[in-house]
Structure formats: C-alpha cells, structure tokens
C-alpha cells in the first residue's frame, strides 16, 4: 500500500500553475441551523495535543455565508483553548473557488497555508502536483481511525492504488425532495425508477401554477444531480485506460429523457434554463415545483417552509442499483508544511467530537463518523437519516481522470443551449464526450 512516506524521488514536482475547476460548490442551508448537543464532549475529541512544543499553523477554508465562517471561528477557538502548544491563525474569508486558486497561487509563491480545507473534486490535481500531504501513515496510527464510514475513507484515496489523501469531516449526499401531499393526492408513490420520475413529473404538473419537477441550467452544478442517474445506466464517463462512453447510447438516453421534461412534457418550470440554487430553492419554498434533487442542508428551511408535505428518497434507477453521489470535504494538509505532526493534531481535533459537530450539525449535512452519525440531531432528521440508511450507495465519478476538469469547466454553456432545445441530447453528450477525451 502507498502511504504518504515518500522520499523527494516520488514527490510529484511542484506545479506553477495547475489548471483550475469551476466546479461551483452546492450552497448551504440558509438558517436552520442545528443546535448542537449539550452531551459531553465525545471520546474522539482530542483532550489534548501530542506536540509539546510552542508551533503556528494557518488554516484556511471559505465561507459561503457568515454561519460557514462562524463554524471556522468557533472550531479554531475551541482548539487554540483546547492545548498550549499549538496555536492556529484562520483565514476564511474567501469564496470556495478563490479557496482553490489562492492555494495554488500562494503554493507557486512559497507561502501557502499548512492546512486547509477541501472537497473530493480537487484532491487529484492538488496530489499530482506535489500540493497536498497524503495521510495514510498518520491516519492507520491513530487509535480513532475504525469511527470512520470505511466507504468515504475509500473516495478520499481518489483511486484505488493511492493512499488517504485527507481527513473527511462531512460527505455531503443530494438525493430527491418530493412533495408527499403531492403524490397522496395524486395516488402516487415516491419514483423508484427514472421512467417513473419522468412520468410522476408530467402527473403533478399543473401549469402555470406549478410543475413535477424543479431543474437546474445553471452551472456545472445543473448536471451533478444526474450523474448518479448516468451511473445507475451504466455510463462510466471515463475509466483508466482511457474509455470515455459519455456519448454511449445509454447516456444519451438518460440526457434525452431528462431534457424532455422541460421541452416536451413541460413538466419543469419554464425558466430551467437559466434558474440556479437559489431559483430552485424558491420554487420549493413556495410551492411551485413537486420535486428537486439537492443535499440536506436545504431540509431546515424546506421543513419550515412546508412541514411533513416535503419529504426525501434516494435518487431514482435506470437498472438494478441506485447511486447518490455524495462528496466528501474535510482538512487537508499542505506538503510544505515543517510542522506536520502538529497539522495531524489540528485535523483530528476538527474532525472529532463537538468541533466535528460544528462542520456537520450546525451545517446539517451527515458526519462520516459512526459515533457521530448516531446522535439525536442527525437521527432526528428524516433526509440525514434516510441517506445514512443507503450509505453503500455513496458514490462520486471519476473526478481523478485527466480530462474531468476540462470537462466541468467547458460543459456548462452546452447544457444550457440543450435545456433551451438548441441543441439535443446526442450533440450534448457528444460534446461531452469530447472533453473527457480531451478534444475540445
């Protein structure tokens, strides 16, 4: 097994100007934040520090809104009080993509951070570009280690061969809102399959009043909602060797189907093409649209909003296994940092007990730490409880392919053009398949 004890041989060499995603980060919960619990501090929390020595540390993470950027503030605090020894400078106040890119600025520059946080889509290219710290060593060491979901400890490696690259605090899993009193009235049961989805959809829709299905133009983030529906087909986008099937007849279908909603069956609402989060968001809100692919943290003000007639299932099939895909983010440890071992320390104390709490709980997103996940906050909310109940289905594409970021960077436009019906489901997936292979 490769683990992060590589000698400057192995190193990647360090990059001066990696390419960078755009991948947009799916936006947290406004309000609803989750109170967290009064128990006493949890067994994985980190009492107390192994270095004995007086260190610095800057950590960095973004802060999609002020409650994001309280979790960092209140987590550094609780460490620097935590210990004597290690004290940790915070910088969040920066945009997740400007996160990405001042990283690998500052990195280029010689003066990156000695921790920072991450998302699965970003690890690949920060390790082939001699970025990141893998922790495998460190991680195998720590008597903490078997609290971790086995599966999400799996993704963080990125490929099979490669060791655990970063710490998970979270994985963050989109699956299908639906309106219940929707489908009771309609004599419907929740979509298993995706043909059922498409024709719940058509069912539901009364226009102009309302619509079976809120969807997405905007963003890269538009489609991340249908990969787990490609995968469920068979589509692979892209495997090792280099096979792209993107523009397989499967994934064709599964695009044209979707497409149809808003071009023939009207069953989305008439602005797909260039509504966002936050459109959508509104249209649930306000009871326009019967259902919407998107995370839990979006179940706080849905539930405000609309009581029990808001409910959740796992995301509909095309054959016999279902698919979420689920993204883990966490801390990451930077290689040029001289104080590793003191790095180490932070990253657990975050990524344990009532720190840990702050990233999951007040964010209402799943931990990935079975002692975590067990508590009342988590259990107590049906959408985090359903997805902990599928968690073997947690799944992310091929993000460490070679071509994956050419292709989230360039395919948004063209999905915007094919909700408009500009161009169809075969030219986009084709287009698609080009920028996976790396020919446009």
């Known amino acids: 097994m490769t683990t992060n004890a590589r000698d400057d041989s192995q190193r990647p060499s360090r990059a001066t100007g990696p390419s960078l995603s755009r991948r947009e980060v799916f936006g947290l919960a406004a309000g609803g934040a989750a109170v967290l619990a009064t128990a006493k501090r949890a067994d994985a929390q980190v009492a107390a520090p192994a270095v004995r020595k007086k260190v610095k540390l800057t950590y960095w993470n973004w802060a999609d809104n002020p409650n994001h950027q309280k979790i960092s503030v209140d987590s550094v605090d609780m460490f620097n009080k935590s210990q004597d020894f290690i004290e940790v400078a915070l910088d969040a106040n920066m945009a997740v993509m ?15 951070p000695d921790v920072i946080n991450t ?8 390790f082939d570009n001699g970025i990141l710290e893998p922790i495998e060593d460190r991680f195998n060491a720590w008597d903490e280690k078997s609290d971790f979901f086995p599966n999400v400890m799996e993704q963080t490696r990125s490929k099979p061969d490669q060791p655990f690259l970063y710490l998970p605090q979270t994985s963050i899993p989109y699956f299908l809102y639906y309106r219940a009193d929707w489908f009771n009235d309609a004599n419907l049961k929740p979509p298993e399959t995706y043909d059922e989805l498409i024709a719940d959809a058509k069912a539901l829709t009364k226009a102009p009043d309302r619509y079976g299905f809120a969807m997405r133009g905007q963003t890269a983030s538009a489609i991340q909602v249908i990969f787990p529906i490609w995968a469920s087909a068979g ?7 280099g096979t792209v099937d993107f523009d397989s007849p499967a994934a064709i279908e599964v695009t044209d189907k ?3 909603m808003a071009l023939r069956d009207h069953s989305a609402q008439p602005t797909a093409a260039t509504d966002g989060y936050r459109e ?7 009871g326009r649209c019967g259902m919407w692919f998107y995370g839990p943290h979006a179940s706080p003000a849905l539930m405000t909003a609309l009581g029990d007639k808001i409910q959740g299932t796992q995301n509909p099939r095309v054959g016999d296994k279902h ?5 883990p983010e ?3 440890m930077v290689s040029s940092c001289k104080e590793k071992e003191a790095a180490w320390e932070f990253m657990k104390f975050i990524a344990s007990g009532d720190a840990a709490m702050l990233f999951t709980a007040n964010r209402m997103v799943p931990p990935v730490r079975t002692s975590l996940s067990k508590r009342p906050v988590f259990q107590d909310n049906r959408f985090i409880r359903m997805s902990l109940d599928h968690l073997d289905t947690w799944w992310t594409p091929p993000y460490a392919h070679e071509y994956w970021t050419n292709f989230q960077d360039k395919i948004p436009p063209y999905w ?6 500009n161009i169809t489901a075969a030219q986009f997936n084709q287009q698609g398949a080009k920028l996976l292979r790396g020919e446009a």
């Open 280 to 286: 959508l968001y509104a249209l649930m809100e306000k």
């Open 235 to 241: 589509v692979q986008f892209a495997t090792p060797d």
């Open 258 to 260: 979707w497409l149809g």
């Open 119 to 126: 998302i699965q889509y970003w690890v690949q290219d920060y």
């Open 416 to 421: 915007q053009e094919a909700v408009r019906g």
């Open 323 to 327: 698919y979420m895909i689920a993204n």
């Open 330 to 332: 966490g801390p990451m």
């Open 98 to 112: 400007e996160a990405r890119k001042k990283l690998v600025v500052s990195y280029a520059a010689g003066a990156p």
